[in-house]
């Protein structure tokens, strides 16, 4: 199983980005999918989280401005940045929980990550 991250990028401030994650290989299912950032010197954080029925979570610093959606026929999760501003500056990852089988249980994968650097 792999995640593709993809979609990062140079945006002036105010812009927008739209992240893309693929999942590619033996999935059974996908349960839940997130986002994660790392700026520089900075600990990973959780961005956005979607459920398996799209329930969804974020941060209080992207409350309002980022959008995470799934689609399930795609495997595929994806995160619209709007608004974006100098402090969302950093690699974004990209995470899913994932069956392989139907008796299996759940392991956890990572994508690669995206870089998405906004200037003021």
């Known amino acids: 199983v792999q995640l593709q991250a993809s979609g990062g990028g140079l945006v002036q401030a105010g812009g927008s980005l739209r992240l893309s994650c693929a999942a590619s290989?033996?999935?059974?299912?996908?349960?839940?999918m997130d986002w994660y950032r790392q700026a520089p010197g900075k600990q990973r954080e959780l961005v956005a989280t979607?459920?398996?029925?799209?329930?969804?979570d974020y941060a209080d610093s992207v409350e309002g401005r980022f959008t995470i959606s799934r689609d399930n026929a795609k495997n595929t999760v994806y995160l619209q940045m709007n608004s974006l501003k100098p402090d969302d500056t950093g690699v974004y990852y990209c995470?899913?929980?994932?069956?392989?089988?139907?008796?299996?249980?759940?392991?956890?994968?990572w994508g690669q990550g995206t870089l998405v650097t906004v200037s003021s």
């Open positions: 290989g033996s999935i059974f299912s996908i349960n839940v």
């Open positions: 995470n899913a929980y994932i069956k392989l089988t139907p008796a299996g249980g759940t392991v956890r994968y």
């Open positions: 979607i459920s398996s029925v799209d329930s969804t």
